[in-house]
T-cell receptor, first 111, second 113 residues
């Protein structure tokens, strides 16, 4: 069974620090990788996607992908209290557009 | 206006009742999905549809059925609700031209007593 693993946290960082969120996946054939942010009681919001090995930056967010190690991460620079949320990693099956979600990492940014 | 809407937003029902959750989208996406979310278990796929004539079971389809009435509408039914179907239900959409990411509705909180 295909799996996506995340540490549940909480990951606690001080305001202004870099938060590093990690995710591993079991299906070596996976082609697309996504990070979602979910505030408590709200729906998941797509914040980053990455398809190729390496880094992809968007504002304060950087997604990193290493297919050989089956590892994807999300870095949040200059963390703000408003970044406090659960971050879901999702991995896409290439042909079906289905996503397999991890159970999420809760991030807490301390003022 | 929201691109993906779900009705109702909250529902309390009794064991054995039939209930329908509705999803509509104005994004023009052809793919639609239903998920449930339980604490500690993440999002689990119930059903998905690639167009009006294409319906597929997800990992936890038992006890659920769906109907794709139009490209923009995808409904989830619980034929005879049971307490362990108490969860947060999300509809999502995606489209080839929008990449492979999925875009979620606001969710329906369902409680079965």
């Amino acid at each position: 069974q295909k799996e996506v693993e995340q540490n549940s946290g909480p990951l606690s960082v001080p305001e202004g620090a870099i938060a590093s969120l990690n995710c591993t996946y079991s299906d070596r054939g996976s082609q697309s990788f996504f990070w979602y942010r979910q505030y408590s009681g709200k729906s998941p919001e797509l914040i980053m996607f990455i398809y190729s090995n390496g880094d992809k930056e968007d504002g304060r967010f950087t997604a990193q992908l290493n297919k050989a190690s089956q590892y994807v991460s999300l870095l949040i620079r200059d963390s703000q209290p408003s970044d406090s949320a659960t971050y879901l990693c999702a991995v896409g099956e290439d042909s079906s557009y289905k996503l397999i979600f991890g159970s999420g990492t809760r991030l807490l940014v301390r003022p | 206006d929201a691109d993906v809407t779900q009705t109702p937003r909250n529902r309390i029902t009794k064991t054995g009742k039939r209930i329908m959750l509705e999803c509509s989208q104005t994004k023009g996406h052809d793919r639609m999905y239903w998920y449930r979310q339980d604490p500690g278990l993440g999002l689990r796929l119930i059903y998905y549809s690639f167009d009006v004539k294409d319906i597929n079971k997800g990992e936890i389809s038992d006890g659920y059925s769906v109907s794709r009435q139009a490209q923009a509408k995808f409904s989830l039914s619980l034929e005879s609700a049971i307490p362990n179907q108490t969860a947060l239900y999300f509809c999502a959409t995606s489209d080839l031209l929008a990449g492979r990411g999925q875009y979620f509705g606001p969710g329906t909180r369902l409680t079965v007593t």
